[in-house]
T-cell receptor, first 115, second 113 residues
Framework: AQSVTQPDIHITVSEGASLELRCNYS??????LFWYVQSPGQGLQLLLK??????LVQGIKGFEAEFKRSQSSFNLRKPSVHWSDAAEYFC?????????????FGTGTKLQVIP | DTGVSQDPRHKITKRGQNVTFRCDPI?????LYWYRQTLGQGPEFLTY????????KSRLLSDRFSAERPKGSFSTLEIQRTEQGDSAMYLC???????????FGPGTRLTVL
């Protein structure tokens, strides 16, 4: 069964500092990988996704993620965090194309940004 | 089209009552998903529709839960005889075949007293 692990429940960074959120997945083949962001009381917004090709994926709001097959990881990074990035971040995994796409989410990492 | 919409945004009910939530997907999207999210957890898959057909239901979807998408457009999720454990955020998402990027609505927060 597919699964996602986000080992950091809560992370605090200073505004302007760099950020890396960790995500490890378990899946039998190369999956589709996603990062979503959720602001309090809101739905989820897709930051970026990886299907194939270049393992470094660029997303919205200055975020990027790198797929590392050997480590089963898909870590999210941002070089300089803004106060508006404070939110909860979810990594998710889904099967490759074909059929419908059941997506499994991690438990999330809550990001706090301090001045 | 402004995205996936859900109604109501908040619902407070007493234990034992029935509740119904509505989801309007992005108009051209033929796939629709329901998820449940509890505090401190990621969204958990509940069920999936392709057009009007309900193709999969999670074990989380007990007999008290029923979902419909009668004309392949909007969907409803009904919970009968609500229990306090049903308190959660219920999220709806949609996508268009064959793309698998899911667009989420703002969710309906249910509180069962």
């Amino acid at each position: 069964a597919q699964s996602v692990t986000q080992p950091d429940i809560h992370i605090t960074v200073s505004e302007g500092a760099s950020l890396e959120l960790r995500c490890n997945y378990s899946y039998g083949a190369t999956p589709y990988l996603f990062w979503y962001v959720q602001s309090p009381g809101q739905g989820l917004q897709l930051l970026l996704k990886y299907f194939s090709g270049d393992t470094l994926v660029q997303g919205i709001k200055g975020f990027e993620a790198e797929f590392k097959r050997s480590q089963s990881s898909f870590n999210l990074r941002k070089p300089s965090v803004h106060w508006s990035d404070a939110a909860e971040y979810f990594c998710a995994v889904g099967p490759p194309s074909g059929g419908y796409q059941k997506v499994t989410f991690g438990t999330g990492t809550k990001l706090q940004v301090i001045p | 089209d402004t995205g996936v919409s859900q109604d109501p945004r908040h619902k407070i009910t007493k234990r034992g009552q029935n509740v119904t939530f509505r989801c309007d997907p992005i108009s051209e999207h033929n796939r629709l998903y329901w998820y449940r999210q509890t505090l401190g957890q990621g969204p958990e898959f509940l069920t999936y529709f392709q057009n009007e057909a309900q193709l999969e239901k999670s074990r989380l979807l007990s007999d008290r839960f029923s979902a419909e998408r009668p004309k392949g457009s909007f969907s409803t999720l009904e919970i009968q005889r609500t229990e306090q454990g049903d308190s959660a955020m219920y999220l709806c998402a949609s996508s268009i075949q064959p793309d698998n990027e899911q667009f989420f609505g703002p969710g309906t927060r249910l509180t069962v007293l």
